[in-house]
């Protein structure tokens, strides 16, 4: 199934099934979060990457809900794979994005919910239960909601780097190569922030911030904020300018003018 042939009465539903996901996935997140003797497998022999009780709980819950409610799509999550699918529709989901910051208690992680075609992003959620904000954008729709009540996303209007607030999640980035690329452009930047996962390209969506730059991506995790950055009106690509729904070397851009400057920096 394509985007083209989407009627509005299929919106309407793939909007409900996304926020049913989001709503499943918010009691069981914060089960966990927070509470003593929560611990973590680690994922990764060279580093720490890991995963919690919380991780996999949420994207049982979420992939029973898709069982219910569209068993024809296919699923790509982080924790349990690929599950196919006959409707041409993909759920790609992490669910909980920044289990690092989860298991330090930092309210800045979240539920991503994104639903790709063969052409890309179609729509997306990052959810923060937490504070109880969600932000949703794709197929005319671009908002969020919590506990200021219900606005528009919108992202800034151009700027000059040296007027901008860039963020990425890791100081080393990637590789050193990586690394000194995003520092040439947090060089000439008025602000640099670290950590925030996916809760920073929610904050770029909703007119915060200028930039988030980042590699090493997996496509659960920036799905979601392509569609609602997309939709908020910014721009997402790959560093050298192409899609970057695939993940590794990431830029989100508020506007054409501040992706043209930092893509200068990545690429001299």
Not at 106 to 120: H, R, Y
Not at 195 to 221: F, N, P, T, W
Request: with cysteine; proline share 6%.
């Amino acid at each position: 199934m394509s985007r083209r042939t989407l009627s509005p009465q299929i919106t309407k539903a793939l909007w409900q099934t996304a926020h049913a996901l989001a709503d499943v996935a918010r009691p069981v997140t914060l089960a966990s979060f927070r509470k003593p003797g929560l611990t973590a497998d680690n994922k990764d022999a060279n580093g720490f990457d890991p995963v919690t009780v919380a991780d996999r709980a949420t994207e049982a819950a979420i992939r029973a809900k898709l069982a219910e409610l569209r068993p024809q799509d296919a699923i790509l999550g982080e924790e349990s794979g690929a599950k196919p699918g006959t409707s041409g529709l993909t759920w790609v989901i992490d669910p909980i994005d920044g289990t690092r910051g989860y298991l330090s208690g930092t309210p800045t992680w979240g539920v991503l919910i994104g639903l790709v075609d063969d052409e890309g992003p179609i729509l997306g959620i990052i959810d923060q239960p937490y504070i109880g904000e969600r932000f949703y954008g794709g197929l005319g729709e671009a908002h969020v909601v919590g506990p200021q009540g219900r606005s528009d996303l919108t992202t800034r209007p151009a700027r000059g780097l040296a007027e901008a607030i860039v963020f990425t999640t890791f100081p080393e980035v990637g590789t050193p190569a990586e690394q000194a690329a995003f520092h040439r452009v947090a060089a000439q930047a008025r602000l640099t922030r670290y950590g925030m996962d996916c809760y920073a390209y929610a904050l770029l969506a909703a007119g915060q911030v200028d930039l988030v730059i980042e590699a090493r991506l997996h496509s659960y995790d920036i799905v979601a904020p392509i569609a609602v950055i997309e939709a908020a009106g910014g721009i997402v690509t790959d560093w050298q300018g192409g899609p970057a729904h695939h993940g590794g070397q990431v830029i989100a851009a508020a506007n054409a003018q501040i992706h043209a400057e930092a893509m200068a920096l990545l690429n001299p």
